[in-house]
């Protein structure tokens, strides 16, 4: 593998990781004005939105209960990353 493809590897494995992290984290009651928080959802919210928005359009997003971006976002990041390799 060249730099750059280990590159995009390795930022694809801590995208992966910090909506994991992201994930985990909303089970909790901690506040968004946490500074760890603020920046958490400030590198995942580009990733996740689009996604978010796509759901919503979709009949399957009408009503759904569950946000299922992090999911879809880390099934993408995977593909991604299995592309790349």
Request: hydrophobic content about 60%.
């Amino acid at each position: 593998m060249s730099i750059f493809t280990t590159a995009i590897h390795w930022l694809i494995e801590v995208m992966k990781w910090t909506i994991f992290i992201r994930v985990i984290i909303s089970w909790f009651p901690i506040s968004r004005e946490n500074p760890l928080i603020k920046a958490l959802y400030a590198v995942t919210e580009p990733i996740l939105s689009p996604i978010r928005k796509l759901i919503a359009k979709s009949s399957f997003g009408n009503n759904m209960m569950f946000d299922f971006s992090p999911i879809i976002a880390f099934l993408i990041l995977s593909l991604v990353g299995r592309m790349i390799i």
